[in-house]
């Protein structure tokens, strides 16, 4: 049973940093992705990882600012997120792809078979 976990959310004020964790079991996955959902808004991809080769890719709004990476021992993956911003404010969903030979970092929703449950990030002014 595929499983994904996040954890690390929380209030945080902005200019400040948060970790997110996505611990991942149940199958091996080709790229996983972060994703967030603001109130009101659609869903918007944040980041994603190879797991093989660790290779990434950010939406412009986080570029220089969050930092994706995985933990291969652990089959985890971290979005470390600095400079945080209220506009960062969302729930954020780590997601697994199990396609494997992209020539390109997944970014689009419908790329990813698995999602974990969310967990929220809120940035206070």
């Known amino acids: 049973q595929v499983q994904l976990v996040e954890s690390g959310g929380g209030l945080v004020q902005a200019g400040g940093s948060l970790r997110l964790s996505c611990a991942a079991s149940?199958?091996?996955?080709?790229?996983m992705g972060w994703f967030r959902q603001a109130p009101g808004k659609e869903r918007e991809f944040v980041a994603t990882i190879r797991w093989s080769g660790g290779s990434t890719s950010y939406a412009d709004s986080v570029k220089g600012r969050f930092t994706i990476s995985r933990d291969n021992a652990k089959s985890t993956v971290y979005l470390q997120m600095n400079s945080l911003k209220p506009e960062d404010t969302a729930v954020y969903y780590c997601?697994?792809?199990?396609?494997?030979?992209?020539?390109?970092?997944?970014?689009?929703?419908?790329?990813?078979?698995?999602w974990g449950q969310g967990t929220q990030v809120t940035v206070s002014s």
């Open positions: 149940g199958r091996t996955f080709s790229n």
């Open positions: 997601a697994a792809d199990t396609t494997w030979g992209r020539w390109y970092e997944p970014a689009a929703e419908r790329e990813y078979e698995y």
